[in-house]
């Protein structure tokens, strides 16, 4: 299980960064996006479940690292955006895909080309966050789920995880044959037998990994 936390985090928006960025010649540039664009598809694509939590500002690469992670969680405190826009160039760590098949393509554009900042009720609102917490509950309430997701089979998770990251890719009917086989595939390890044995019997699962 992995856990994204962010407070105050402001990359691509200000401060420093902001004076190191524009010195940057088109190939340093080149390498920073594909430098971002690893850290994305790492956390989108593991096997295993990755949770962001976001406390305080989750603005240009904070944000587009935020959206690569399964699940987000906020505070009631926390802003999101990506304000590349205003300082001359665009989000570049994946922030042009993933905010519009997180939260659609007309608002995508709207949030991209104005590169305006949205709390956190809205952020919740146009599912941007699944959820919202006080900022005192934030991190605990995201390793309650953590914790909930560590007592599953990581081969039905990571089956799960992959199955739904094609929802929005290719064709259907595509998605729905990788859905039927990673099904059946399942029924293949000894987590499916305990899963159904236990639910048979009453008790938790005491899954393996098998």
Not at 59 to 80: F, H, I, N, P, Q
């Amino acid at each position: 299980m992995v856990v994204l936390t962010g407070a105050g985090d402001r990359a691509f928006a200000a401060g420093a960064d902001i004076k190191e960025m524009e010195a940057m010649t088109v190939d340093e540039a080149r390498a920073w996006g594909a430098l971002g664009h690893d850290c994305g598809r790492l956390l989108e694509t593991m096997p295993k479940p990755t949770l962001a939590a976001v406390n305080g500002f989750a603005l240009g690469g904070g944000c587009e690292l935020a959206l690569a992670c399964d699940v987000r969680y906020a505070s009631t405190g926390a802003k999101l955006g990506q304000p590349e826009v205003s300082i001359g160039i665009i989000p570049g760590w994946g922030g042009t895909q993933r905010l519009a098949r997180t939260v659609g393509i007309g608002l995508a554009k709207e949030l991209i080309l104005s590169g305006r900042t949205v709390v956190a009720e809205e952020a919740l609102r146009i599912g941007l966050v699944n959820a919202l917490f006080p900022p005192v509950e934030l991190l605990d309430r995201t390793l309650e789920l953590a914790d909930a997701l560590a007592a599953k089979s990581p081969l039905v998770l990571a089956a799960a995880k992959e199955a739904s990251n094609l929802a929005l890719q290719g064709d259907l009917g595509a998605g729905l044959e990788h859905e039927a086989e990673r099904f059946a595939q399942l029924f293949g390890s000894e987590d499916q037998k305990e899963g159904m044995r236990a639910f048979i019997e009453k008790r938790e699962p005491r899954f393996t990994g098998r």
